[in-house]
Every structure is written in structure tokens, then in C-alpha cells.
């Protein structure tokens, strides 16, 4: 539940659930499938931060106005539309980059608090993360993206400021105590960060030298649902994005053959950097695994750029070259036919191995045991006699 904000000088009660005017902007490459797709993702993503959507607008690209990211046109139909709907409307949120100045250029005109798609992402992750190490990693992100946009009136509907007591609103002077405020807690959090990855690394250094297994892939795909059957561990299984903020580790024995296996945060496209870069300690377990289990929404019309988007987020995180093992998950909302053509488009053209499974059914949960325990046995480390640990780096031919 949100707490209490401001929107227009005016007080939301704790309870009120703020309402959004939803843009989004069509690439010309879209096909009608791929922007229904996108539509009912971002809609999923404002109600993941907890907001209703009141009304969604689909525009069609245009080249971004210098002063007010849409065109004039278009910015006086948004304005005249708020006009009308009143209080029914809270904020508006632009599914794009749009600059501080921009924002706060269209908060003038519309009267209204304006956000952009890594605002929004912001709210999630601020409304889930749960350990501390989560919590700081998304104050940091938070803190960097509004300082620039300390002004702004969506700064005060956003929730969780960090508790550092800003007042905001206030004139330049107070303006200028408030930055100052978020650079040094922001420095804090810094150092915090990584102190939290220092200790991480030596808790990793001192753990059994097993193999590790991370699972990886889009949000809300079934990450955690897979964690919970392979390891019994009561993680949080929630049908919203971004459910996972944390990582858990667990030691799992399948076929005779021990590994750790992780679940951690999921991807999404577009994914701000700010937020990759401030969860880089999250990330470590992804980048240090010996094997990826990708996980994919199979009954998602869009699974193949999903696929897509997380191969691209693997990279940008360091985690490209490790093994990968396709595991395509909710096969029980497929037809048998559009399980057979899945089945038969996947096992011809990927290029990692396959299994097709459903998590919450328990189908085919002993061929994805097999696949796991086969892969592992094939890593270098465990053909390797002289035990589990990291075989010893050799230069030269
Ligand atoms: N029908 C069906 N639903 C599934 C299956 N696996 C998971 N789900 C549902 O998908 C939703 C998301 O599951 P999670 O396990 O939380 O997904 P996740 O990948 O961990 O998501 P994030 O942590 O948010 O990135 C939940 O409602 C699950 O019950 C499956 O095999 N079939
Ligand atoms: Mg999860």
C-alpha cells in the first residue's frame, strides 16, 4: 500500500491507490502484436508498483520535442484530457527516457506529477526489496535519478525517499540543503554497497566449492516457483514483476550430484542501467555460476524477445559466456499443438539445450533434473579428479 504523498499540495490518504494516465510510444518497427504485447506489460508494471491504471494512450513514435519530449500537439490533447477527467487522474507516466527538464516542463502544463519508465521500475523495486543489501542497492539507484529532479512534483508522490528527512518543495535555498543531503547519503550507501560485497565475496570464497547454478531469466516467468520445487526454500512466488529483489542460495543434491542453486532479481526490457549497475552485488551469483538455468515464459507471446532480452542483460553484466540451459516453463497453458510447435521450434534452432516444463504442473521435472545433473557433469571442474574446487589456471598452451 502507498503511504501518504503529496499531489497538488493536497494530502493522499494512506489507503488512496494513486491513479496513472499511461502513455506509450510505438518504435515504427512494432508489429500490432508486438505494441498489445508491450501495452499489457507496462500496464503490469504500473500495477506491480501498486498503481491503477486510469486510461492508457498509445502514440506513435515522433522525434522527441527538445522542451517537452511530445510534441505540442500532442502535449495540448494530454493537457485537455486531464482537463476533463479532474481528480480521477493522479500522475502521468511516460513509458520512455524523458529528461528532468522535460518532466518538469510537462508538470508545469499539465498540473500533474509526470514519471518515465525508470521511475517507474524505481517504485517496484523500492516497494519489494526485503534484505538490506536489496534496500540499499535501490535507495542508491532512487537517490542518483532524483536528485536531478529534486523539484519535481512527482519526487514527492514517489514513495520511500530514504529516510533522510528532505523536506523538498521548499525554495532554492532549501533546495540546496536537500541535494546536499542525498550526495552524502548516497556516498553512504556507496560505501555500504560495498562493504556488502566485500563480505558477500568472502561468504562465497568460504561456502562449499560446489558447482553453482543460478536461475536467470524476464520477470514473473517462474524463477522462484522452480527454486521453491527444486530446494523446498519458501521463497516469494507472486504473480507480479519484479516479486524477487534478493538472492537465495541453497545447497541441493539432485541424482548424486550436489551444487548451490540461486534465484535472484528477473530482467525486463529496457531495464535502467542505474538499477543493473546498483545490483551489481545482487548479480554476483549470476555471474559467478558454472551453469544458467534461462527460465522462460513458454505460453508468453513475446518469450522469443524475452529470450533476446535477457541473453543482451547477461552480457551487459558480465555473465555472456557461462552455459546455458533453456528451460521453457508453463507448458501447461499451451495447447498440445502449440506445446508441439515450442517443442519442435526449439529443439531445431537453439543453441542451448532444451527442456519443457511446467513448474506449478511438476511436468517433466525428472528431465529437467537429468539435463541439470548431465551439464554439470560435462563442466570442466567436475570431470576435473582433483575434486569440486576451480581447476587450477594454467598458462600457456
Ligand atoms: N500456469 C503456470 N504458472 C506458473 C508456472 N510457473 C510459475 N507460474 C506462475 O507465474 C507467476 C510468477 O512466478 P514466480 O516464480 O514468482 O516468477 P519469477 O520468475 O520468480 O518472477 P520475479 O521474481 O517477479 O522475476 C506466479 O503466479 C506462478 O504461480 C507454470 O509452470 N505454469
Ligand atoms: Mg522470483
Redesign the pocket.
Known sequence: MPSEGMIEGRVLSPTHVPRALVIRIEAAAESPEQSEEYLDELLFLVR?AGYEVAEAISYSWRRPDAATFLTRGRVEEIRTLLKEKGSSIDFVLIDAEVSPVQVRNLEKIWEKPVTDREGLILEIFAR?ARTAQAKAQVELAKLEYELPRLAHQWTHLSRERGGIGLRGGGGEQQLEIDRRKMRQRIARLREQLREFGKQAAIRREGRDPLPRVA?V????????????LITKAP???????????DTTTRRVVLNGVPFLLS?T???IRKLPPKLLQAFHTTLAEVREADLLLL?V?A?SPGYVEQIRTVERTLERIGAGDIPILLVM?????LSPEERELVEESWRAQSPYPVVI?????K?NIEELYENITKLLRALPRFRDRSGWGRPEFSMGS
Open positions: 506491480s519489494n536461475l531469466g524476464y520477470t514473473n516467468v517462474g524463477k522462484s516457483t522452480l527454486m521453491r521463497v516469494l512466488v507472486e504473480n507480479r514483476l519484479f516479486a524477487t529483489l534465484d532479481v528477473g530482467f527460465v515464459d505460453s516453463n508453463k507448458m501447461d497453458r516444463i511446467s513448474a506449478t504442473q511436468e
